[in-house]
């Protein structure tokens, strides 16, 4: 039973040797006791009874299924009791499970609930500094913050580059914001970037983020500023560019940085 609790956190031929080693045990020791007194069916209805069917029930789900994620710590996401967090060892990156199955695969940095005042069961899927709403009771995605999770993704790992490049130092920032001029309200990206070291860190807030400009920029205009965040002074370079195809606008690109130093057109 020991052996069988603690391979839920355990992932792939892991846990399958961890499951197999613990029914063993079972089925010794429930042959010693029955089998050898002639009482082969009742040896294997006991095994079967208290190497599987018992301790499914203790931990409350089928462990047997989703062998391929272990779970992230042993609580469950709440307020529900049937649902788990799993991870994927590989990457670190965590989804759910039911008592069945996998509900959502481990594709996400993070999952957050009770969110912005949500109600109950809404949850935030977050990845690289965007989210997607999941309804857990309908088992439903549902809105995301961004319209273009693809495009999200590879200013993400750009950004990250260029930080690496130009060495950005501790709690520097960027922004940067991809927008349709056919439909400005959801943007097709928007990233909120901290960076620690050589480690990139994510702002999901509704909160501006580095400053709110009361002048709107013109495509392939500079800007500059001064804020104070946190007792540190940061020194803005904001810029505004339009893609165009011909003379026509579709896209804009909004980007701004913060730094302790002061950064360079």
């Given at each position: 039973?020991?052996?069988?609790?603690?391979?839920?956190?355990?992932?792939?031929?892991?846990?399958?040797?961890?499951?197999?080693?613990?029914?063993?045990?079972?089925?010794?020791?429930?042959?010693?006791?029955?089998?050898?007194?002639?009482?082969?069916?009742?040896?294997?209805?006991?095994?079967?009874?208290?190497?599987?069917?018992?301790?499914?029930?203790?931990?409350?789900?089928?462990?047997?299924?989703?062998?391929?994620?272990?779970?992230?710590?042993?609580?469950t996401l709440e307020p529900l009791r049937?649902?788990?967090?799993?991870?994927?060892?590989?990457?670190?990156?965590?989804?759910?499970?039911?008592?069945?199955?996998?509900?959502?695969?481990?594709?996400?940095?993070?999952?957050?609930?009770?969110?912005?005042?949500?109600?109950?069961?809404?949850?935030?899927?977050?990845?690289?500094?965007?989210?997607?709403?999941?309804?857990?009771?309908?088992?439903?995605?549902?809105?995301?913050?961004?319209?273009?999770?693809?495009?999200?993704?590879?200013?993400?790992?750009?950004?990250?580059?260029?930080?690496?490049?130009?060495?950005?130092?501790?709690?520097?920032?960027?922004?940067?914001?991809?927008?349709?001029?056919?439909?400005?309200?959801?943007?097709?990206?928007?990233?909120?970037?901290?960076?620690?070291?050589?480690?990139?860190?994510?702002?999901?807030?509704?909160?501006?983020?580095?400053?709110?400009?009361?002048?709107?920029?013109?495509?392939?205009?500079?800007?500059?500023?001064?804020?104070?965040?946190?007792?540190?002074?940061?020194?803005?370079?904001?810029?505004?560019?339009?893609?165009?195809?011909?003379?026509?606008?579709?896209?804009?690109?909004?980007?701004?940085?913060?730094?302790?130093?002061?950064?360079?057109?």
């Open positions: 039973m020991v052996l069988f609790f603690y391979a839920q956190r355990y992932a792939g031929m892991w846990r399958v040797w961890m499951l197999v080693v613990s029914i063993a045990m079972v089925a010794y020791i429930c042959w010693r006791t029955f089998g050898k007194q002639g009482l082969v069916q009742i040896s294997i209805l006991a095994t079967i009874n208290l190497g599987i069917f018992l301790p499914t029930l203790a931990i409350g789900y089928n462990q047997y299924a989703c062998i391929e994620y272990g779970r992230r710590g042993l609580y049937g649902v788990f967090y799993i991870k994927d060892a590989k990457t670190d990156k965590v989804g759910l499970r039911d008592r069945y199955g996998i509900l959502i695969e481990p594709i996400y940095d993070n999952i957050i609930h009770n969110s912005r005042n949500r109600p109950l069961g809404i949850y935030e899927l977050r990845n690289n500094g965007c989210y997607t709403l999941y309804n857990v009771y309908q088992n439903k995605m549902m809105t995301s913050n961004v319209s273009d999770l693809n495009l999200q993704d590879s200013i993400c790992q750009i950004l990250d580059k260029y930080c690496d490049r130009n060495a950005y130092g501790h709690r520097d920032r960027l922004e940067v914001r991809v927008t349709s001029k056919s439909n400005a309200e959801i943007p097709l990206s928007y990233v909120k970037m901290t960076r620690n070291g050589i480690t990139s860190y994510y702002d999901y807030s509704d909160h501006p983020y580095i400053s709110e400009d009361s002048v709107t920029l013109r495509s392939g205009e500079f800007a500059t500023d001064t804020i104070v965040r946190y007792g540190d002074t940061y020194h803005v370079l904001h810029y505004s560019c339009d893609v165009k195809l011909d003379s026509a606008a579709l896209y804009n690109i909004d980007v701004k940085t913060a730094k302790h130093a002061v950064p360079q057109q």
